[in-house]
């Protein structure tokens, strides 16, 4: 019975969640499994992948073989390296104390390069949400600049109106003082 270590696809569609699982290779895709390995989930900046590193070096020592994206998760994740140094021991080139001393630097290794992108992708986001502040900024000083312009536009329209309105105020006021001196003037001629 030919093994494959392989993804079973899971979550919804338009959002893939994947099972990295050991089955029969002629089993379905989304069928029967032997073993669960672990899952991944692509849909997360980066990628999360839970993985059981003794249990994939079993099913690899044991002969089965992975497709081309679970043998790319299982370099990330240090299983093929794994397995590569317990071949170095079983054939006596290293110890078993040197050959984990080996993996646990490599996954401290890769778990700092992990950590260094996830404070990028961080930095990345906090400058974008910077940016985007700056831009709001800039567009609402724009308006409160725009809006104290029309309101002096509309002071300075009714100040000439208000001048007008005074003017004729002053007119008509004047206009009876005017017409009382003359009735006052008529009637001292008679």
Known sequence: MPVKIRLQRRGKK???????????SRAKRDGKF??????????????????????????????????????RILSYKGVLLKHHLLGGVAKGALTEDQANKKFEAWVEEKGQKVEGKIGDLAKAKEEEKAKALEAEKEINEKRKAAAAEAEAEAIAEEAPAEEATEEV???????????AAEGEEKNADA
């Not at 338009?14 to 029969?24: E, I, M, S």
């Not at 997360?44 to 089965?64: C, R």
């Not at 105020?169 to 017409?179: C, G, H, L």
């Open 14 to 24: 338009g959002k893939p969640f994947y099972w990295v699982v050991a089955a029969d």
């Open 34 to 71: 032997l073993e669960k390995l672990g899952t991944y989930n692509p849909n997360t900046n980066p990628a999360q992948i839970t993985l059981d590193v003794d249990g994939s070096v079993k099913w690899l020592q044991n002969g089965a073989q992975p497709t081309n994206t679970a043998k």
């Open 169 to 179: 105020a002053e007119t008509e006021a004047e206009a009876p003082v005017e017409e």
